[in-house]
């Protein structure tokens, strides 16, 4: 075709057809009407219409960006085929691409970067048997530890449904009885609850997931990301309401300023390993997701680093249509039985089907880079069959012997654990809901005490007496200066305590609205 590179510049509509004049709609003389066979108008405005699919219901607003994984085929002095037989760590220096997705929980998508809430870190590894993802948040804990009871969360965290306003009574009512959040509130609402930013936070798969070997054995593993080049930062509430106030996109800008003037930033994976049984020496159960696995006894063992280096070219296409699913696992790594993680792998996956479509791993971030081949067929928004070269096209089932698709050979024996118990709907048992809590209140420094206890008072101050007598005793049964400082705090605020809409600061901010601003003549 002549001029095709000139021609390559010229706009189009989606059917491929040059456009000759986007300024003006075809009208019936220049002030209309208009009519209807403006297809370029009508093909334009009605894909404008749909432009947007639904928003996560959590972690809506995120920032992402793609680079590699580089293992360092051992773990502590091991080789890494004693735990693991998956192929992206065996071998040292080897790389595999990666897609991380960073975002906020409970706000929607273009809500501040600088509020309190757990950061999602979920990173989309390539390998060369499909896809891993690994979900997980810069906290290595979590609020609940029964799936049941992550949509109650999450509605209590959100807006009021009448409202529509944020309102803390209303979390801390489904907190305060919930005791097994106390460890995870303590953390919250300390400094940790507000990341500097993206590149200066730490990252966890919270859950605890198995490693399988060639052998079919397997051992209980924790992840997690620690920053290599970059320091560990958390803002005070003074320090976030200064960011607030002139950017709400904060840490998105900073990812990708970092990136593109070559500021590479880095995490190194880290393991714990444990085996896989009860662990009756431990004060709690190792799959529970609101406790840590002392370090000391379960030390943190590197397996490889990650280097993000490149920054999406459509936000829209990448970092809004990427979908994670904590199932999304490969040969060699396997789910434990943690109650919440069971339930995440369904509601993941499930999510993304509905939000983004049925096909929505044919999407370029979304597909394997290697090899797929399926007997799916058809669905919304279906572009191509997962199709293998010479496969007969007459068969999408299995098995066939008339040149259909085949089952894959094994790389190891299969992973048998046994099970021997009555189908229960119990607690787990060594629950420990406050130690934990306690410990890690101790192990605050003086600051991160203070914004706790400043933080946790501002938020309390606007609940009904009942819920913060229970949250008292959680945090004294924590640690008894911890509960001693939160209860002098809201002794002093409940002198002032008035009836409230949403958070204090945003009442007393709506009243100042009604007597600023400056009055204007109609016109």
């Given at each position: ?250 840490a998105t800008q900073d990812l990708y300023e970092a990136i593109e ?11 714990q390993i444990m085996s896989d049984d009860e662990h009756p020496e ?242």
């Amino acid at each position: 075709m002549d001029n095709q590179a000139n021609n390559e510049e010229i706009l189009t509509n989606r059917q491929g057809h040059p456009v000759t004049d986007n300024q003006n709609v075809r009208t019936v003389g220049n002030r209309g009407p208009t009519t209807l066979e403006n297809y370029d108008f009508l093909e334009k405005i009605s894909h404008f219409d749909r432009e947007r699919i639904p928003e996560r219901v959590v972690h809506a607003r995120g920032a992402g960006a793609q680079g590699y994984f580089e293992a360092y085929g051992k773990v502590g002095n091991h080789a890494i085929s004693k735990y693991t037989r998956a192929k992206l760590f065996q071998e040292k220096g080897k790389k595999t691409p990666v897609y991380v997705r960073f975002s906020t929980v409970v706000g929607g998508g273009h809500s501040p970067e600088s509020l309190r809430d757990p950061r999602g870190f979920a990173t989309k590894f390539y390998t060369e048997d499909g896809n891993w993802d690994l979900v997980g948040n810069n906290l290595k804990i979590f609020f609940i530890r029964d799936p049941l009871k992550f949509p109650d969360m999450v509605h209590s965290f959100k807006p009021d449904p009448v409202t529509n306003l944020p309102d803390p009574e209303r979390m801390f009512d489904f907190l305060h009885l919930t005791p097994e959040s106390t460890h995870m509130v303590t953390f919250l609402f300390s400094p940790w609850g507000i990341p500097a930013n993206y590149r200066q936070m730490q990252g966890s798969g919270v859950n605890t997931y198995k490693w399988v070997n060639k052998d079919g054995e397997a051992v209980l593993i924790k992840y997690h990301w620690e920053p290599l080049k970059q320091e560990i930062k958390n803002l005070s509430q003074r320090e976030a309401d200064e960011i607030q106030s002139t950017n709400y996109n904060h840490a998105t800008q900073d990812l990708y300023e970092a990136i593109e003037k070559g500021d590479y930033p880095e995490w190194e994976l880290c393991v714990q390993i444990m085996s896989d049984d009860e662990h009756p020496e431990l004060d709690f159960d190792p799959l529970d997701p609101t406790k840590l696995w002392d370090p000391e006894k379960f030390p943190f063992l590197p397996v490889g680093k990650m280097v993000l280096n490149k920054n999406p070219e459509n936000y829209f296409a990448e970092v809004e249509q990427i979908a994670f699913g904590t199932g999304v696992l490969v040969d060699g790594l396997d789910f434990s039985d943690d109650k919440l993680l069971q339930g995440r792998t369904f509601s993941y996956s499930d999510t993304q089907r509905y939000r983004v479509g049925t096909n929505y791993l044919q999407l370029p971030v979304n597909s394997p880079k290697n090899h797929v081949a399926t007997n799916q067929r058809d669905g919304q928004m279906e572009y191509k069959v997962d199709a293998a070269p010479g496969q007969n096209p007459h068969v999408n089932y299995e098995p066939s012997s008339l040149g259909g698709l085949k089952e894959a050979p094994k790389n190891g024996k299969d992973h048998e654990p046994t099970y021997n118990n009555k189908l229960v709907r119990q607690k787990i048992d060594r629950p420990n809901d406050f130690i934990q809590a306690g410990n890690t209140y101790r192990a605050f420094d003086e600051t991160e005490k203070s914004e706790l206890i400043s933080n946790l008072v501002d938020a309390l101050k606007v609940c009904k007496p009942h819920i913060q007598e229970t949250m008292v005793g959680y945090f004294t049964k924590a640690d008894e200066e911890y509960g001693r400082k939160v209860r002098e705090g809201l002794e002093k605020a409940n002198r002032n305590q008035t009836e409230h809409t949403s958070t204090e600061a945003a009442d007393v901010a709506s009243d100042k609205a009604k007597n600023m601003g400056h009055e204007s003549d109609r016109y």
